[in-house]
T-cell receptor, first 118, second 108 residues
Framework: DTEVTQTPKHLVMGMTNKKSLKCEQHMGHRAMYWYKQKAKKPPELMFVYSYEKLSINESVPSRFSPECPNSSLLNLHLHALQPEDSALYLC?????????????????FGSGTQLSVL | RKEVEQDPGPFNVPEGATVAFNCTYSNSASQSFFWYRQDCRKEPKLLMSVYSSGNEDGRFTAQLNRASQYISLLIRDSKLSDSATYLCAVNKLGQFYFGTGTSLTVIP
């Protein structure tokens, strides 16, 4: 089972709204990621959680706020977004957290949330 | 400088053709390498890992050249269903960086 589940699949929000994106995996993976992908562009790394602690923040604006309530869940709280934040938001997970070469280095993606900010 | 550079294509090839994609990466400390396939408006799906010894999965062959810092993907006997965007990915200390993706269209 290599399933990462994201909800909602689609979200439309105004610039004054507050919303949250949710991600869940039950594979026992210890690293979870948020990526942002604009059309015809590669996924851009936003945040990495390792063992439920934020380990990487790629200089993401504070209107995006990640949260990892437990080892299976990852949220992305959205507030005061701009229209240019419209994109596909992808959650991903990986079994291990180390940087060493091993068979557990594969990254698995959820199906994403297509976000439109009006 | 980008972590990963990839020719965006597009590649338009007839069914049955052989097509090759390449990526270069900038950081020699990069540790593991992958090819992903992404269909329109879908998430990237892992296609295969890439090793220095080369690895093959059916019609797909991936190769890593650490000395030149590039990775390649060869698709033989292209099928219509191979039409997608192919992204290379590089893992450096748990941070996965992606190339821009190469668009492939296989034509009947």
């Amino acid at each position: 089972d290599t399933e990462v589940t994201q909800t909602p699949k689609h979200l439309v929000m105004g610039m004054t709204n507050k919303k949250s994106l949710k991600c869940e995996q039950h594979m026992g993976h210890r690293a979870m990621y948020w990526y942002k992908q604009k059309a015809k562009k590669p996924p851009e790394l936003m945040f990495v959680y390792s063992y439920e602690k934020l380990s990487i923040n790629e200089s993401v604006p504070s209107r995006f706020s990640p949260e990892c309530p437990n080892s299976s869940l990852l949220n992305l709280h959205l507030h005061a977004l701009q229209p240019e934040d419209s994109a596909l938001y992808l959650c991903a997970s990986r079994p291990g957290t180390g940087g060493t070469l091993s068979g557990d280095e594969k990254l698995f993606f959820g199906s994403g949330t297509q976000l439109s900010v009006l | 400088r980008k972590e990963v550079e990839q020719d965006p294509g597009p590649f338009n090839v007839p069914e049955g053709a052989t097509v090759a994609f390449n990526c270069t990466y900038s950081n020699s400390a990069s540790q593991s390498f992958f090819w992903y396939r992404q269909d329109c408006r879908k998430e990237p799906k892992l296609l295969m890992s890439v090793y220095s010894s080369g690895n093959e999965d059916g019609r797909f062959t991936a190769q890593l050249n650490r000395a030149s810092q590039y990775i390649s993907l060869l698709i033989r006997d292209s099928k219509l269903s191979d039409s997608a965007t192919y992204l290379c990915a590089v893992n450096k200390l748990g941070q996965f960086y992606f190339g821009t993706g190469t668009s492939l269209t296989v034509i009947p």
